[in-house]
């Protein structure tokens, strides 16, 4: 701006000298004038400061600092919020519940052979969820242990008596199953395991709703008798 204006001929520089001190005391607006004060140095002729981050990048971090950056990975926590100690104290009923969701699929996949033709895809689709089940469970087991969880694995062929009383033997088994996931996921304090164990109870029950309607149309139809 100064280059635009018109100065007299004679003229005291030093007076807008002072009015930039006063005004802006870090700049020189005019490099080749010294004025009787101390000037602080141009600033084309000071290296640029760097940023925080320019800074961080143009030298190496301290080890402290990165350990503190990898703490904070996710990942690296070592009591996580979810699935870490407050999960850990259920363990010992996450695989009951996955030897249970394998004893129900064998029970549901032999009911299916007993049953009439129109409700062995209904007792199938069942016995698949109850695989997913302890599929699921038995990742929960690893992200809380790091190992891998062997379930026991049972042999020999599930006796199905008749139809309608199995079929009422086995709802009374998918209710209280719903009613055990949605205790425990009550008696948790991990988030991400409650809420895991509250879709499993909702499935179960869901699943008893499926075989009480099995068994309505069972008692009323007259191609299957009780």
Excluded at 124 to 141: G, I, N, Q, S, W
Aim: glycine fraction near 6%.
């Amino acid at each position: 701006m100064a280059e635009n204006i018109q100065c007299p001929e004679v003229y005291d520089f030093r007076k807008y000298d002072r009015v930039w001190q006063r005004v802006a005391p870090d700049l020189e607006p005019y490099p080749g004038v010294q004025t009787t004060a101390t000037v602080q140095p141009a600033a084309a002729s000071r290296p640029p400061a760097q940023s925080g981050m320019g800074a961080a990048q143009g030298r190496p971090a301290p080890a402290g600092a990165l350990a503190r950056q990898e703490s904070q990975l996710p990942g690296a926590s070592q009591n996580p919020c979810c699935m870490g100690s407050a999960a850990a104290e259920m363990l010992e009923v996450l695989t009951g519940f996955i030897e249970e969701s394998l004893s129900d699929r064998r029970s549901l996949l032999a009911l299916s052979r007993r049953a009439p033709a129109w409700a062995r895809q209904p007792l199938r689709d069942m016995a698949a969820e109850e695989e997913t089940h302890a599929r699921r469970l038995m990742a929960v087991h690893y992200l809380i242990t790091g190992q891998c969880y062997r379930p026991a694995i049972a042999g020999g062929p599930v006796s199905v008596g008749r139809w309608c009383p199995a079929l009422r033997e086995q709802y009374h088994v998918e209710a209280c199953n719903g009613f055990n996931y949605a205790r425990a996921a009550d008696g948790t304090t991990d988030p991400c395991l409650a809420k895991l164990l509250n879709e499993l109870s909702e499935d179960e029950y869901r699943h008893a709703r499926e075989l009480m309607a099995l068994l309505e149309r069972s008692i009323q139809g007259e191609r299957q008798r009780c």
